[in-house]
């Protein structure tokens, strides 16, 4: 099915197709981000917080995914050649955190298909019961069928498959903008303003106390930082767009309608139930809210927005993906059986190895008794590796320029460095601990890749200290976990 050197269909690539257009790029921000995760925001923030406290996490997380957005939307102007997250991260720092950077993308995207999955057949379970008693054998076997059906509308082309997901992002905003101008018109500043700040409930004591503000506010992290994967399509697919500048308006734009969008929908239901009837509502919980507020076609209404959302951005984020490990073996960082492109310009290899890793962990989340939530916070502590050396490289290259007119760009890169640093290492350690397990395996890709190109040093002595901690930190999960210490 391939065709060709990994040189000369690269190169053929730009000439034989029309490219991603602006619209085409926002499309692709917007929609790989807006999944599933927003249909269940209430249930997750109210779980962790009451209002005043998540208002302010929206307000830490809003700060620091626009400083990374427009870190990224920067970098592909003063590093046009440079294309996407991973190429930030080699040049700024060595080939193996190129690899780290590109293969804990990879992990994440992938992983993030797994939860999709997960709650696409939870959505199905609102008009298949079936469906409805959490993940079976048969809902599997459905994720299965459609990750491969996926799998092989992305291997016909990748433009192609972007013009589809522009039409299924236009789709599914609707029902999500009924349901914020809903919430709007029922908004109750009494029920908003009820427990604000979650004192009462820590009063009550129980399973509903939500903790001191701090602990609300860190709770909330690794949900918000899972709802803006997918922020970086625009940057990971900025080779294909056809104008360069396009990558940075999209990915600007992209993430400010993505802050908007999810504040809307996160807080304003707080405003017409209370936060122990989110926390109980079901999930995902905008169906159930809006059935609460207009009747059953209500429900009905937003399970199907929510099953258009999930196919659309399982699509960007199969997309994503098999880039993503295309983009790596052609800066020679896996082999080169990864870039090759087919006769649709497609990195078929790619492909199957992304289609393969989601069979493998869709099987194994049938042991987890929180499929959903397990999978997306794995799938967030991958991609906050790879975000943060691209943030870092932002850093690094603006530094030396500071005086230059890049201060502006340095702040913005240092906060989101230290933004996605501190939330990942608050919330969510344990899963970047994880993560670690499946780098092992790459590592060997890695170094097969070096010497498949002839490089004379496989990894330098830095490199191998940080391959090392990685190996370690895997060992340790893997320990915990046999401990009981981390659970699945």
Request: charged letters at 10%; glycine letters at 10%.
């Amino acid at each position: 099915m391939d065709s060709g050197t990994p040189e000369t269909a690269s190169a053929a690539t730009p000439s034989s197709k029309r490219g991603i257009g602006l619209f085409g790029l926002i499309a692709l921000v917007v929609s790989s981000s807006i999944g599933s995760g927003i249909f269940a925001l209430s249930t997750d923030i109210s779980a962790a917080a009451a209002p005043g406290p998540a208002l302010i996490a929206w307000f830490i997380s809003g700060i620091g995914f626009m400083a990374l957005a427009t870190s990224f939307g920067r970098l592909s102007l003063v590093r046009p050649d440079l294309n996407g997250i991973v190429a930030y991260a080699k040049e700024g720092f060595g080939p193996f955190a190129g690899f780290v950077s590109g293969w804990g993308y990879w992990l994440s995207i992938w992983i993030g298909n797994v939860a999709f999955g997960v709650m696409l057949t939870t959505a199905i379970g609102y008009f298949f019961p079936p469906f409805s008693g959490g993940l079976t054998i048969g809902s599997v076997a459905f994720i299965s069928v459609l990750n491969w059906v996926i799998v092989a509308v992305v291997n016909h082309g990748v433009e192609e498959a972007s013009i589809l997901n522009a039409i299924v992002m236009t789709c599914k905003l609707v029902p999500i903008f009924i349901f914020i101008a809903t919430m709007l018109l029922v908004f109750d500043f009494g029920v908003f303003t009820a427990d604000f700040w979650g004192n009462l409930a820590n009063n009550l004591g129980g399973a509903s106390a939500p903790g001191s503000v701090g602990t609300q506010i860190v709770n909330c992290f690794m949900v918000m930082m899972w709802v803006f994967v997918g922020m970086e399509g625009a940057s990971v697919l900025g080779h294909r767009a056809r104008n360069k500048g396009d990558v940075s308006r999209a990915t600007t734009l992209g993430c400010m309608a993505l802050v908007i969008i999810y504040i809307a929908a996160s807080i304003l239901p707080y405003g017409y139930l209370s936060r122990e009837e989110l926390m109980t509502i079901g999930s995902p919980s905008m169906p159930y809210i809006f059935q609460h507020v207009v009747g059953p076609w209500g429900g009905a209404f937003i399970s199907a927005g929510l099953i258009i959302s999930i196919f659309g951005a399982w699509l960007s984020y199969t997309i994503l993906a098999s880039e993503a490990m295309h983009e790596m073996a052609r800066m020679e960082l896996l082999p080169r059986t990864f870039a090759k492109l087919n006769t649709y310009s497609a990195p078929t290899s790619c492909l199957i190895a992304t289609g393969a890793m989601i069979q493998l962990l869709s099987i194994v989340m049938l042991l987890s008794e929180e499929a959903y939530q397990f999978a997306y916070s794995l799938c967030t502590a991958a991609i906050v590796i790879a975000w943060g050396l691209a943030a870092a490289y932002m850093v690094r290259y603006a530094w030396p320029r500071r005086h230059e007119g890049m201060m502006g760009s340095l702040v913005l890169g240092a906060f989101a460095t230290a933004f996605l640093v501190i939330a990942i290492t608050l919330s969510g350690l344990h899963q970047l601990m994880l993560c670690c397990i499946a780098f092992v395996p790459g590592i060997l890709f890695y170094i097969r890749a070096r010497h498949e190109y002839g490089e004379a040093t496989v990894l330098s002595g830095r490199e191998k200290v940080l391959a090392a901690v990685i190996t370690v930190a895997a060992i340790a999960a893997i320990a915990m976990l046999a401990a009981g210490v981390i659970t699945i």
